[in-house]
């Protein structure tokens, strides 16, 4: 499987003061750290983003979330539409706010993926739908999703027929995400080691 891979970093970030993909960690932003993983995967990539403000210069190219759709499903429209027109098979995607994602983690999900549409990490018994591969057929199953009044990306999991692949939270969660200013020390901290 020879997928295309999306970073989500078309949030907000209100919890943490805005522009969550510009906060630094370790001196690095946070879109910087997320890039450096998705450049280890040699996939087709790109960023995805409401606007491109909110990631300021950014050395992959930017696709803007679908503006008829909130939240992260956005990204993940614009995402897969991105890996049609790359010809991938399918989407890896992850956010911007986890800076220490596993390193087998598209090798992991597309061993697992199967039948399924949909194979979404977890961890601590914990579905992380931002992380996630996800087969370029789910995008047909957006109009009737979408028309559900749903905006959820676990709810499309649902729809698309999804297997959870599930990594160890001990020592350190490796979906742990940064959402405020806590967060942010909290991960300087892990960081450091």
């Known amino acids: 499987m020879k997928p295309a891979l999306v970073i989500?970093?078309?949030?907000?970030?209100?919890?943490?003061?805005?522009?969550?993909?510009?906060?630094l960690l370790?001196?690095?932003s946070l879109l910087d750290h997320a890039l450096s993983y998705a450049r280890k995967t040699n996939a087709h990539l790109a960023v995805a983003a409401r606007e491109e403000r909110q990631i300021g210069t950014c050395e992959a190219p930017v696709v803007l979330d679908d503006p008829s759709i909130?939240?992260?499903?956005g990204g993940l429209v614009?995402?897969?539409?991105?890996?049609?027109?790359?010809?991938?098979?399918a989407l890896l995607t992850i956010p911007a706010d986890m800076p220490f994602l596993p390193d087998d983690l598209a090798d992991r999900l597309g061993a697992a993926i199967g039948e399924n549409r949909?194979?979404?990490?977890?961890?601590?018994?914990?579905?992380?739908?931002?992380?996630?591969?996800?087969?370029?057929?789910v995008l047909?199953?957006?109009?009737?999703?979408?028309a559900s009044g749903r905006r959820s990306l676990n709810g499309l999991a649902e729809e698309a027929g999804f297997i959870a692949v599930e990594w160890p939270s001990d020592p350190v969660d490796p979906f742990f995400n940064i959402n405020s200013v806590s967060d942010l020390k909290t991960a300087e901290e892990l960081?450091?080691?």
């Open 8 to 23: 989500l970093a078309g949030g907000e970030g209100s919890r943490i003061g805005g522009s969550k993909p510009q906060r």
């Open 70 to 73: 909130e939240g992260p499903l």
């Open 191 to 193: 960081l450091a080691g």
């Open 140 to 146: 047909a199953l957006m109009p009737k999703y979408l």
């Open 78 to 89: 614009a995402g897969l539409r991105f890996a049609n027109a790359q010809g991938a098979d």
């Open 118 to 137: 949909a194979a979404i990490a977890s961890s601590a018994a914990r579905l992380h739908p931002v992380c996630g591969l996800w087969l370029p057929e």
């Open 26 to 28: 370790g001196g690095v």
